[in-house]
């Protein structure tokens, strides 16, 4: 169990550099894109991640494409919003570096899409001061407009 533990461990630390390297390069856009959507559809189909059955499932469809679900901690479900932190150590923590982090999170967005929903960085470890991400969840075709995205965000 530990050299599993430990493969696991130094495996997602090893994507994210190279997701996080790949996603500061604005030219690389479209390999970041590709990259993180394939490890999506490869971790959705190796977790079975499903299309959720309701607010609370969706939650812990996402939560099953992560190594430990102590990592990315559901904090609250609402009638219509899941709301869950990402404490995962991110390499752009602090960087500043939103709209990376948003290249990034494409494997977020393809999890949440496949388990049936929509998915939103409302806060992200890339912005100076924070040490993890706050995100929301909603199922397909419910109105989003309300959540604004970590890298929409104007700077004061």
Known sequence: MKIKN????HSVKAVLATSAWM???ESLNP???AFMSGIAKATIKSKGIREAKNLADLGRQWQRGFPSSKQVP???ISADTVIAE???PCPLR???DVNACYRMMQFDREVVKKAGGQFVVL???ASPGNTFCTVAM???GADITDLIPAHEVKES
Request: cysteine-free.
């Open 86 to 88: 990402i404490h995962t």
């Open 23 to 25: 996603a500061t390069k």
């Open 94 to 96: 602090a960087t500043g």
């Open 74 to 76: 559901i904090k609250e």
């Open 123 to 125: 806060s992200s470890q």
């Open 31 to 33: 390999i970041t894109s």
């Open 138 to 140: 909603r199922l397909r």
């Open 6 to 9: 430990y493969l696991i461990k």
